[in-house]
């Protein structure tokens, strides 16, 4: 068994398995906003990252990737269908993103939260050495912190959350809301992405567990669990390389071309959630046709809406509506090779979706709730010709940093279309001073530097991630 002195404990592991057109079995790097956070910080360094292969049964013994040593945790069907699809994904994540779909509780999902925390806390013990700093991720995995520091007191624990942690008055629906609170604070850190998810824990830790809190510290036992905002960020400088490299530059112009070489082309890239604000943004756009402002020949809508937890049923739902709904606009504004919205239900590689960030004049990021949301923090990277504008929601985490985006509150049809118009309208120069502005924030506040905050405030003096 190897030990590492850095572990990352993630419920998924940086790696989806696909199968390639000749039918062979391949790996790729899973999408999703925590792989891409921690994958450019662990790139060759002695770290373990212990998490989820996505499938049932034995866990497969995968090969290093990136010199990363993947660690397996191996998941049954009911674990997935409770643990995953359940309490993860069917109570925790609408709970923590403002209830924007119905949180469900059941009670056996969460016997199987706590059966595969306990899992992941023991693989965890198994691939740390001693002293080791161990960083535990998301929401799915809220109970290993303390279950892993009763197993491994000499362990220094971090906990990250990807996610908004909510307000008083919806955690206080969670059934089972002092343990997952104490799940937590077995932590040394407790990171967040703004300060408000710092606020809301603080009061939470106070008025449950009865803990004498602030806003950075609070007091469980004989010891201090510290608590703050790190935005979470991405690689940079690899995202304006991969924008300035010629075959992207050229992907990007043949994108147009084939879109009819329209005058401005609008941009989503979400994954199929129901926190992403999909159905709404489409809805801005079928009524800014509708209503004369934009015509079809000239502004083209291009949604990425990469598949996600399939099997859980609200995600079906919002996908039936989606597909639904870009039927109708485009049968009702399309004409024959023209359609309205250019609907893509996959997944790409970097260099795709670099070119489709380079290709958008306009990228509207509206979810109605979101932690942090990377793509915006992509598509601003990739604009290394400092054009491009981009149209995003106050209810991403995004939104603290980005300043001099297009804001918009996603819930108000009518203040989402005139932000799109004003997007659409916009002089070249309001544009490229607004993108450069956010490019100098993105330089300075990339992953490393999100890293390098976190895991000094972790270990005092050591940098694990410089
Ligand atoms: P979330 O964390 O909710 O998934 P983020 O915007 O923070 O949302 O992160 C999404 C990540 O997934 C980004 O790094 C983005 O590039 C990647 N991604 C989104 N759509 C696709 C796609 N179609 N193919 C591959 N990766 C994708
Ligand atoms: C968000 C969550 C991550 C998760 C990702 C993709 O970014 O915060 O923890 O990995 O979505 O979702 P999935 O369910 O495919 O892991």
Same mark, same amino acid.
């Given at each position: 068994?190897?030990?590492s002195?850095?572990?990352?404990v993630?419920?998924r592991l940086?790696?989806?398995d696909?199968v =390639?057109?000749?039918?062979a ?7 999703g ?15 373990t990252w212990?998490?989820w ?8 013994t995968?090969?290093?990737?990136d /010199?990363i040593?993947l660690h397996t945790?191996?998941l049954?069907a009911d674990?997935v269908?409770?643990?995953?699809e359940?309490?993860?994904n069917a ?9 924007v779909?119905?949180?469900?509780y059941h009670?056996?999902?969460w016997? =199987?939260?706590q059966?595969v925390n306990r899992?992941?806390?023991e ?5 740390a050495e001693?002293?080791a700093? !161990?960083?535990?991720?998301d929401y ?5 912190p303390?279950?892993?520091r009763a197993?491994r007191p000499?362990?220094?624990i971090?906990f990250?959350?990807?996610v ?8 206080m629906q969670l059934?089972?809301r002092?343990e997952l609170l104490?799940?937590i604070?077995?932590a040394d850190?407790?990171g967040?992405?703004?300060s408000q ?5 603080a009061?939470l830790?106070?008025? !449950?567990?009865?803990l ?7 007091a469980v036992d004989?010891?201090v %669990?510290?608590?703050?905002a ?6 940079t400088?690899?995202m304006?390389?991969?924008?300035r ?7 990007a ?5 084939d879109?009819?070489d329209p005058q401005?082309?609008i941009l989503?890239?979400?994954?199929? $959630?129901?926190?992403?604000?999909i159905?709404q943004?489409?809805k801005?756009? *079928? ?5 004369g402002?934009?015509?079809?020949r000239?502004? !083209?809508m %291009?949604q990425?809406?990469?598949p *996600?937890?399939?099997?859980?049923e609200?995600?079906q ?8 709904e ?5 049968g ?9 919205v ?6 790409? $590689?970097?260099?795709e979706l670099?070119a489709?960030?380079?290709a958008a ?5 509206t979810?109605l709730?979101?932690g942090?949301?990377l793509?915006a923090?992509e598509?601003?990277a =990739?604009r290394?010709?400092?054009a491009?504008a981009?149209?995003l929601s106050?209810f ?17 049809l ?6 799109l118009m004003h ?7 309001d544009v490229?001073?607004r993108?450069? =502005?956010?490019r ?9 530097a999100?890293?390098t *905050?976190?895991?000094n405030a972790l270990v005092? /003096?050591?940098s694990p991630?410089?």
């Amino acid at each position: 068994m190897r030990q590492s002195s850095l572990v990352v404990v993630a419920n998924r592991l940086p790696v989806d398995d696909t199968v =390639a057109p000749d039918g062979a079995f391949e790996w790729r790097r899973s999408p999703g906003g925590l792989v891409s956070a921690l994958h450019p910080i662990l790139h060759d360094k002695p770290a373990t990252w212990v998490g989820w292969a996505g499938g049932t049964g034995d866990a497969p013994t995968l090969p290093d990737v990136d /010199g990363i040593h993947l660690h397996t945790v191996p998941l049954s069907a009911d674990d997935v269908r409770e643990h995953y699809e359940g309490f993860a994904n069917a109570t925790l994540w609408p709970l923590y993103h403002d209830a924007v779909e119905q949180p469900v509780y059941h009670r056996r999902w969460w016997e =199987a939260y706590q059966r595969v925390n306990r899992r992941f806390a023991e693989a965890a013990a198994q691939a740390a050495e001693p002293d080791a700093v !161990v960083w535990v991720q998301d929401y799915h995995l809220q109970l290993v912190p303390g279950m892993l520091r009763a197993l491994r007191p000499d362990l220094r624990i971090g906990f990250f959350l990807h996610v908004p942690f909510p307000p008083p008055e919806l955690f206080m629906q969670l059934p089972r809301r002092a343990e997952l609170l104490l799940g937590i604070l077995g932590a040394d850190l407790v990171g967040f992405q703004r300060s408000q998810a710092a606020h809301n824990f603080a009061q939470l830790a106070n008025r !449950v567990l009865k803990l004498p809190a602030t806003d950075r510290r609070i007091a469980v036992d004989d010891r201090v %669990v510290r608590i703050g905002a790190f935005p979470v960020s991405i690689d940079t400088a690899e995202m304006e390389a991969l924008a300035r490299r010629p075959e992207v530059v050229q992907r990007a112009q043949r994108l147009r071309r084939d879109l009819g070489d329209p005058q401005k082309v609008i941009l989503s890239v979400d994954r199929m $959630d129901y926190t992403k604000g999909i159905e709404q943004r489409l809805k801005a756009y *079928s009524e800014l046709i509708a209503d004369g402002h934009v015509k079809v020949r000239d502004t !083209v809508m %291009v949604q990425v809406a990469v598949p *996600s937890r399939e099997r859980v049923e609200q995600y079906q739902i919002l996908r039936d509506r989606v597909e639904r709904e870009v039927g109708r606009i485009n049968g009702e504004f399309g004409r024959v090779g023209e359609p309205a919205v250019h609907y893509l239900n996959q997944p790409f $590689d970097r260099v795709e979706l670099a070119a489709l960030y380079r290709a958008a004049d306009i990228m509207a990021v509206t979810p109605l709730r979101d932690g942090m949301n990377l793509v915006a923090k992509e598509y601003v990277a =990739a604009r290394v010709d400092d054009a491009g504008a981009l149209v995003l929601s106050e209810f991403a985490g995004a939104a603290a940093e980005f300043q001099q985006a297009y804001l918009v509150n996603p819930h108000d049809l009518d203040g989402l279309k005139l932000t799109l118009m004003h997007a659409l309208e916009a002089s070249p120069q309001d544009v490229s001073s607004r993108m450069r =502005a956010m490019r100098g924030h993105l330089r300075t506040h990339d992953i490393q530097a999100w890293a390098t *905050s976190y895991l000094n405030a972790l270990v005092p /003096g050591a940098s694990p991630a410089a």
